[in-house]
């Protein structure tokens, strides 16, 4: 029985996950399909920029690059976020690298000056243009920007759809989760030998954890459901056997493996914070150990995970922390996991978050830039400062959380993989690998491909 499907550009997820599909590795390792990505994705799709607490004041500004374009944000007004293209009307030179704070931008190069707005103040020897020059030609090209959790998101295309528009319905679903009152608590990039579709999708399924982090597989069961949300996904956990399937196991914070579940939920959370430093809270790791002195042994997993996740929202209200409140329904529909078209995803609890972002490294398929940050809730004024930290995937692996550079090994491998001339297609699950299929679905449209064509149909038999 033949099963494989093509993904046509008009296909909806309800038509496509009940197939196994298949399609090819032009996304990945084509130089043509990498050279036209900034036209057909890149300038046509919401991207996130940077967090509101990186430009807190008046005057600080972010440069945010994809690709050639390089895009200036600035808070220009104590309420308003600003963007233009950040490059000075006069010859093309960059007006600002990295992020800072000013009073006004002004060229290096021949001294042209422009306000927090993008109006330009200041044209040496501006007579010589006899009048010609008009305000069009001299301010900076607006750039669309608005903000959604705590993040600020930009758009090069001046007839782009808002974006409360184009994150729905995923953002209204995690609304609860209020990210936009998380800070930063550490964050690292660096740059890597593959494309960033691969290193983005390493994140976008758990089903890679028992070939990848099998040290994790001794604490609890990764098995996961996964599904499209328009152009955009989520996932969570659930059980193998459907009977099993509770509220409490389909949640982020489910009961481990073993026969005593307070020593499963504590070694897990233990494991996951100590080589993830990411995914839990310290809160959560200490009230978790508590659970074998607190309970008794025999105490079923609703009731062990129940008391455990009372007694980490109470140790953080002690100390400033208070979660949000998101039913025992809502949690289990949000799952643990979303990917926001097109690159950019994050793993969430009640008071953290893990977020992952890949961008080409110029237009060679082959390389990419990976960014990892982690946000949480903090006591007001506890928030710690950070800086973003460059941390070779290479040479300064020991700046890396072990669990990340599990994901690495794979990451360079994959992309050598696919370059070769034996590989017939992907194949990703057609139940835990959901987004994955979902992200190429919705490239196809993108980037003009009217399918993403399969290689050799799939035999199932």
């Known amino acids: 029985m033949n099963t494989s499907t093509e993904i046509k550009a008009n296909d909806t997820l309800d038509e496509i996950t009940p197939h196994i599909v298949t399609f090819g590795t032009e996304a990945y390792v084509s130089d043509e399909y990498a050279r036209a990505e900034p036209e057909l994705l890149w300038r046509k799709t919401w991207q996130v920029a940077c967090r509101l ?19 200036l944000i600035v808070r220009s007004e104590p309420d308003k976020i600003s963007a233009f293209h950040n490059v000075c009307a006069h010859r093309g030179k960059r007006l ?21 707005k993008g109006e330009n103040t200041f044209v040496l020897d501006k007579p010589d243009w006899c009048g010609r020059l008009n305000k069009e030609r001299l301010n900076l090209p607006a750039v669309k920007v608005d903000t959604w959790g705590g993040f600020v998101w930009i758009n090069m295309n001046p007839a782009c759809e808002p974006l409360a528009q184009y994150l729905k319905p995923l ?6 989760f209020e990210f936009a009152k998380m800070r ?29 982090h099998p040290q994790l597989i001794s604490y609890a069961d990764f098995y996961t459901w996964s599904q499209a949300d328009g152009i955009h996904g ?8 459907p009977e099993l399937n509770t509220l409490e196991s389909n949640t982020y914070f489910r009961p481990g493996k073993g026969a005593d579940v ?63 409140s998101i039913s025992s329904e809502h949690l289990a529909k949000c799952g643990n996991s979303a990917h926001f078209f097109p690159n950019f995803t994050t793993a969430y609890g009640f008071t953290f978050a893990l977020c992952y972002r890949a961008r080409p490294d110029g237009v060679d398929p082959n390389k990419c830039i990976f960014e990892a940050f982690v946000i949480e809730r903090f006591p007001d004024g506890q928030e710690p400062a950070t800086e973003w930290v460059h941390a070779d995937a290479k040479t300064a692996r020991d700046k890396w959380p072990p669990v ?29 690998e959901v987004m ?3 992200l190429h679905h919705n490239l196809a449209r993108f980037m003009h491909r009217g399918d993403v064509i399969p290689l050799e149909p799939f035999n199932a038999e």
Request: proline fraction near 3%.
């Open 53 to 71: 607490e990186e430009i807190p004041t008046v005057g600080d500004y972010v440069v945010y690059d994809i690709v050639d374009d390089t895009i």
């Open 96 to 116: 600002a690298n990295g992020h800072g704070h000013v009073l006004h931008f002004r060229c290096s190069y021949h001294a042209w000056r422009y306000n927090l």
């Open 171 to 176: 953002a209204e679903l995690l609304d609860p």
């Open 184 to 212: 930063y608590r550490w964050r690292l990039w660096t740059h890597f030998d593959c494309n960033w579709k691969v290193a983005l999708e390493a994140f976008l399924e758990a089903y890679h954890v028992e070939g990848t």
């Open 234 to 241: 989520h996932k969570g956990f659930r059980e193998r056997k």
């Open 262 to 324: 307070r020593s499963s939920i504590a070694k897990m959370q233990k494991q996951i914070y100590e080589t993830t430093n990411a995914s839990t809270t310290q809160t959560m790791v200490d009230a978790a150990a508590r659970l074998v002195t607190e309970l008794p042994e025999g105490a079923s997993a609703s009731e062990v995970t129940a008391h455990w996740l009372q007694s980490a929202k109470r140790d953080d209200a002690a100390r400033g922390v208070i979660w949000p």
């Open 404 to 432: 990340l550079l599990q994901d690495f090994d794979n990451m360079s491998n994959v992309q050598k993989g696919m370059r070769s001339g034996y590989f017939r297609g992907n194949l990703p699950n057609p139940l835990q």
């Open 436 to 438: 994955v299929s979902n």
